[in-house]
């Protein structure tokens, strides 16, 4: 079975460019976490969808920030404009059902620098 | 607020040895807390995973303790390999439903051969 994947693995951008980060969810799981992982902050959730739909966005540091899930098997987070403090990996993660019974399992990260 | 605290950030130990890895979680409603190793340029991978009904859970030789009235758990690892260098994040559920995890800072651990 294949894993969260997710695109791209690396992303070089200037400052003030869209961003688009990529991922398809483990097949037939209806969860969906967005995470950005930083020396200083750590792993911090972003946002998670449940049955495609936005349960917490809290996470989410700003305007510029927004993420999508049109269908169960896809998911995008943009950033628009871009600033040098956006870089960081950022994972996505799914599972089945609740989390309290359930794994996540995360992607490999896109790893992203903007300059 | 939704918050969990890990310690040590930094932990060194001598192979065959034990590590220790200890967390702190501020709601009293979290019930689930898994354990998750990252190697370099990868994402994160589940370990073990303790719920809160259960109070210890052991795999091989990773071990995890809930104590929820103290509001911690920890991570026991015995008899260290090289392959345990990684750095190990714990986490807890938290918010509406406990349907998120919110993550401890991580802890990098070094197997010293």
């Known amino acids: 079975d294949a894993g969260v994947i997710q695109s791209p693995r690396h992303e070089v951008t200037e400052m003030g460019q869209e961003v688009t980060l990529r991922c398809k969810p483990i097949s037939g799981h209806n969860s969906l976490f967005w995470y950005r992982q930083t020396m200083m902050r750590g792993l911090e959730l972003l946002i998670y969808?449940?049955?495609?739909?936005?349960?917490?966005d809290s996470g989410m540091p700003e305007d510029r920030f927004s993420a999508k899930m049109p269908n169960a098997s896809f998911s995008t987070l943009k950033i628009q404009p871009s600033e040098p403090r956006d870089s960081a990996v950022y994972f996505c993660?799914?599972?089945?059902?609740?989390?309290?019974?359930?794994?996540?399992?995360f992607g490999e990260g896109s790893w992203l620098t903007v300059v | 607020g939704e918050n969990v605290e890990q310690h040590p950030s930094t932990l060194s130990v001598q192979e065959g040895d034990s590590a220790v890895i200890k967390c702190t979680y501020s709601d009293s409603a979290s019930n689930y807390f898994p354990w998750y190793k990252q190697e370099l340029g990868k994402g994160p991978q589940l370990i073990i995973d303790?719920?809160?009904?259960?109070g210890e859970k052991k795999d091989q030789r990773i071990a995890v303790t809930l104590n929820k009235t103290a509001k911690h758990f920890s991570l026991h690892i015995t008899e260290t390999q090289p392959e345990d260098s990684a750095v190990y994040f714990c986490?807890?559920?938290?918010?509406?439903?406990?349907?998120?995890?919110?993550f401890g800072q991580g802890t990098r651990l070094t197997i010293n051969p």
């Open positions: 303790i719920r809160s009904n259960v």
């Open positions: 986490a807890a559920s938290m918010g509406q439903g406990a349907q998120k995890l919110v």
């Open positions: 993660a799914s599972s089945f059902g609740q989390i309290s019974g359930n794994t996540i399992y």
């Open positions: 969808f449940n049955n495609n739909v936005p349960i917490d």
